[in-house]
């Protein structure tokens, strides 16, 4: 009689890839599959790897580098080789920026034929490197455990971002037995990097807290960093112990919430304008927060910052500066101000002038927000929104936000209650992110609604991927703020309209009424076309209780917007006006001379103007108060 073989067979390269991965903690993964990576995504999966597949390796990489932040562990990005591999730049490149831990793993041509015009030939470490931490080759099956995890590894620690694996498709068929491929598991997580950890000198979180202490106008700005850390509540410490009013970048709103009576966000340019002592955590002295630098903040204001990263502090050159994790720093600073305490108290010059300021500015946007305008301009529909929104209460929706005009005035209007609930276009002010974030989300946050708030030009970046959120029976609700194109429609004046190709549709036009609640409809998703605040109340109401995705085609007037809600732009608002200013008033009207006086003669002088030209000027007010 036969002896029966009981032989292991053989562990290939896509299985030794997910088992590292599994090792590693990996649990969902992102991408587009196809030659030569397929097997590895099914591999994945049979280890317990949730596999979401996308349409396009640009938004599966938005999905990655979104999902890394949400959990603070390396959201996964699988592509093809080539072409794939480049479509993934877009999120690694994302993660980059927003110092969120990624990891790319992209299959390549045979080693063999390399530099011979193989199937998608592409250089792929060169490619990745100018968005990449760490990126590495693995020439062999013997290297694939020792760099799957180092290059998790780096993407986590100092200041997280995005690495890159590139497997060769030769490697990727080469096989181990599963003594050999158990033996380099294992070596490989004994030699794992264990990230060091800084202590901050005492004398130097002394320095820190004698600072605020003496500031006669503190202010406390915190931003992603922040959230990613997981540092809400030794912010919450910080702040409510020493009475100091805060500040959050966009992406930091929630950590505390936006309701919060030491919340200064509706007084923003007061309170960067005049304080004296800034302690920044987690936010970088960008664009975001006007470098730090005058006219915006004080010539004489002293930072105080807190980053992972020396190079960032030493690039700002502030006034302290404390390298550590955000929540750690904070810990140490509270621990030191409990020892010898002090607080402003709700009476304090500086709090109260604060306070005032954004009371002041509320009232005056949420008398604009108050009106019901129909056709729907920004404001009443996004008011609605946000009460509904509001009205789930805990655990909130998490948003996403994307676009011009409806990112800037979401910004100001929705409201954020509870932490790593808001995803925008973020420090790159990235477009396009909108589905794949959603997708991130929901998949990160099963517990949450997710609901996207879009305009008609971010969601077509990545709108076939409703089919995505149908697939996979998300609970997304998308918004979409269908105003006919980037920032609504046909902006141009009649100097424009010439040359030609002058009968073309408008480089910011797209196709009127646009029916992009049909979109999801055909892959069976459920979808809502609404044009006034009760049908717009129905939708959501549905829609929230449902918890499926869903798109609701939400059409506002084309002309409600601008480029910028910040600067109203001169040739948008003659535009505006020529639609409902007749003769006469034209001729004044175009004979003033900048936007403020414009605006100010429309308001005071033209009951006959567009029905939210009122709004828009308060919404310019406010973006002034709450923008960024």
Same mark, same amino acid.
């Given at each position: 009689?036969?002896?029966?073989?009981?032989?292991?067979?053989?562990?290939?390269?896509?299985?030794?890839?997910?088992?590292?991965?599994?090792?590693?903690?990996?649990?969902?993964?992102?991408?587009?599959?196809?030659?030569?990576?397929?097997?590895?995504?099914?591999?994945?999966?049979?280890?317990?790897?949730?596999?979401?597949?996308?349409?396009?390796?640009?938004?599966?990489?938005?999905?990655?580098?979104?999902?890394?932040?949400?959990?603070?562990?390396?959201?996964?990005?699988?592509?093809?080789?080539?072409?794939?591999?480049?479509?993934?730049?877009?999120?690694?490149?994302?993660?980059?920026?927003?110092?969120?831990?990624?990891?790319?793993?992209?299959?390549?041509?045979?080693?063999?034929?390399?530099?011979?015009?193989?199937?998608?030939?592409?250089?792929?470490?060169?490619?990745?490197?100018?968005?990449?931490?760490?990126?590495?080759?693995?020439?062999?099956?013997?290297?694939?455990?020792?760099?799957?995890?180092?290059?998790?590894?780096?993407?986590?620690?100092?200041?997280?971002?995005?690495?890159?694996?590139?497997?060769?498709?030769?490697?990727?068929?080469?096989?181990?037995?599963?003594?050999?491929?158990?033996?380099?598991?294992?070596?490989?997580?004994?030699?794992?990097?264990?990230?060091?950890?800084?202590?901050?000198?005492?004398?130097?979180?002394?320095?820190?807290?004698?600072?605020?202490?003496?500031?006669?106008?503190?202010?406390?700005?915190?931003?992603?960093?922040?959230?990613?850390?997981?540092?809400?509540?030794?912010?919450?410490?910080?702040?409510?112990?020493?009475?100091?009013?805060?500040?959050?970048?966009?992406?930091?709103?929630?950590?505390?919430?936006?309701?919060?009576?030491?919340?200064?966000?509706?007084?923003?340019?007061?309170?960067?304008?005049?304080?004296?002592?800034?302690?920044?955590?987690?936010?970088?002295?960008?664009?975001?927060?006007?470098?730090?630098?005058? =006219?915006?903040?004080?010539?004489?204001? !002293?930072?105080?910052?807190?980053? @992972?990263? $020396?190079? *960032?502090?030493? %690039?700002? +050159?502030?006034?302290?500066?404390?390298?550590?994790?955000?929540?750690?720093?904070?810990?140490?600073?509270?621990?030191?101000?409990?020892?010898?305490?002090?607080?402003?108290?709700?009476?304090? =010059?500086?709090?109260?002038?604060?306070? !005032?300021?954004?009371?002041?500015? @509320?009232? $005056?946007? *949420?008398?604009? %927000?108050? +009106?019901?305008?129909?056709?729907?301009?920004?404001?009443?529909?996004?008011?609605?929104?946000?009460?509904?929104?509001?009205?789930?209460?805990?655990?909130?929706?998490?948003?996403?936000?994307?676009?011009?005009?409806?990112?800037?005035?979401?910004?100001?209007?929705?409201?954020?209650?509870?932490?790593?609930?808001? %995803?925008?276009?973020?420090?790159?002010?990235?477009?396009?992110?909108?589905?794949?974030?959603?997708?991130?989300?929901?998949?990160?946050?099963?517990?949450?609604?997710?609901?996207?708030?879009?305009?008609?030009?971010?969601?077509?970046?990545?709108?076939?991927?409703?089919?995505?959120?149908?697939?996979?029976?998300?609970?997304?609700?998308?918004?979409?703020?269908?105003?006919?194109?980037?920032?609504?429609?046909?902006?141009?004046?009649?100097?424009?309209?010439?040359?030609?190709?002058?009968?073309?549709?408008?480089?910011?036009?797209?196709?009127?009424?646009?029916?992009?609640?049909?979109?999801?409809?055909?892959?069976?998703?459920?979808?809502?076309?609404?044009?006034?605040?009760?049908?717009?109340?129905?939708?959501?109401?549905?829609?929230?209780?449902?918890?499926?995705?869903?798109?609701?085609?939400?059409?506002?007037?084309?002309?409600?917007?601008?480029?910028?809600?910040?600067?109203?732009?001169?040739?948008?608002?003659?535009?505006?006006?020529?639609?409902?200013?007749?003769?006469?008033?034209?001729?004044?009207?175009?004979?003033?001379?900048?936007?403020?006086?414009?605006?100010?003669?429309?308001?005071?002088?033209?009951?006959?103007?567009?029905?939210?030209?009122?709004?828009?000027?308060?919404?310019?007010?406010?973006?002034?108060?709450?923008?960024?």
């Amino acid at each position: 009689m036969a002896e029966t073989n009981h032989e292991a067979p053989p562990v290939d390269c896509n299985l030794l890839v997910a088992r590292a991965l599994a090792r590693a903690g990996v649990d969902r993964m992102f991408g587009v599959v196809g030659i030569p990576v397929t097997s590895l995504a099914n591999r994945a999966v049979s280890l317990g790897v949730r596999f979401i597949a996308f349409h396009n390796e640009q938004s599966a990489g938005y999905a990655a580098s979104a999902y890394g932040y949400l959990t603070g562990r390396p959201g996964v990005l699988l592509t093809v080789s080539g072409p794939g591999c480049v479509h993934g730049l877009a999120g690694l490149s994302n993660a980059a920026a927003n110092a969120w831990p990624c990891l790319m793993i992209s299959g390549s041509c045979d080693q063999r034929d390399s530099g011979r015009g193989d199937f998608q030939e592409l250089d792929q470490i060169a490619a990745v490197q100018p968005f990449s931490k760490f990126s590495v080759k693995a020439t062999d099956i013997a290297l694939i455990p020792s760099s799957v995890f180092t290059a998790l590894d780096r993407a986590a620690s100092g200041r997280p971002g995005g690495c890159y694996l590139d497997i060769p498709s030769d490697v990727l068929h080469q096989t181990v037995t599963e003594s050999e491929a158990e033996k380099l598991l294992s070596d490989a997580e004994k030699c794992r990097e264990k990230e060091v950890v800084d202590i901050i000198a005492r004398s130097e979180i002394e320095k820190a807290v004698a600072l605020l202490r003496r500031a006669e106008r503190p202010l406390i700005v915190f931003g992603k960093g922040a959230a990613i850390a997981r540092a809400e509540n030794e912010l919450k410490k910080l702040v409510e112990s020493t009475g100091i009013p805060f500040l959050p970048t966009p992406m930091g709103k929630g950590l505390l919430p936006d309701t919060h009576e030491l919340a200064a966000t509706a007084a923003r340019s007061l309170a960067i304008g005049k304080c004296d002592v800034a302690l920044v955590v987690g936010a970088r002295l960008n664009w975001l927060l006007h470098f730090g630098e005058p =006219p915006k903040w004080a010539k004489d204001v !002293k930072f105080i910052l807190v980053d @992972v990263c $020396k190079e *960032e502090i030493e %690039l700002r +050159k502030p006034c302290l500066g404390l390298v550590g994790d955000a929540k750690q720093v904070l810990q140490v600073l509270n621990k030191e101000i409990k020892d010898d305490p002090f607080c402003l108290g709700r009476s304090h =010059p500086w709090v109260e002038s604060i306070s !005032k300021k954004a009371k002041e500015n @509320v009232a $005056k946007m *949420e008398v604009q %927000l108050a +009106k019901d305008v129909v056709p729907f301009n920004f404001m009443t529909p996004m008011r609605i929104i946000r009460d509904a929104i509001l009205g789930l209460g805990t655990p909130a929706p998490i948003v996403v936000s994307e676009g011009a005009n409806t990112m800037d005035v979401g910004r100001s209007v929705l409201i954020q209650t509870e932490p790593r609930t808001r %995803l925008d276009a973020g420090t790159w002010g990235t477009m396009g992110v909108g589905l794949g974030y959603c997708i991130a989300a929901a998949v990160a946050s099963p517990d949450r609604l997710v609901v996207a708030v879009e305009g008609d030009s971010g969601f077509g970046f990545s709108a076939m991927e409703v089919e995505t959120l149908v697939r996979y029976q998300l609970p997304v609700v998308v918004i979409v703020f269908n105003n006919g194109g980037v920032y609504g429609g046909d902006r141009r004046c009649p100097e424009e309209i010439t040359g030609p190709y002058k009968d073309d549709p408008a480089p910011t036009s797209f196709v009127p009424g646009a029916a992009y609640h049909v979109l999801i409809e055909a892959f069976g998703g459920k979808g809502y076309l609404v044009g006034t605040p009760d049908e717009l109340k129905s939708a959501l109401a549905e829609s929230f209780s449902a918890r499926k995705p869903a798109v609701i085609n939400l059409t506002i007037d084309p002309y409600a917007g601008a480029e910028s809600v910040i600067s109203i732009n001169l040739q948008t608002s003659i535009k505006e006006d020529k639609r409902s200013i007749q003769g006469g008033f034209e001729t004044e009207l175009n004979s003033l001379k900048s936007t403020s006086s414009m605006i100010e003669a429309v308001l005071q002088g033209a009951e006959a103007k567009r029905k939210d030209s009122e709004a828009v000027k308060e919404l310019a007010e406010k973006a002034q108060e709450c923008s960024l």
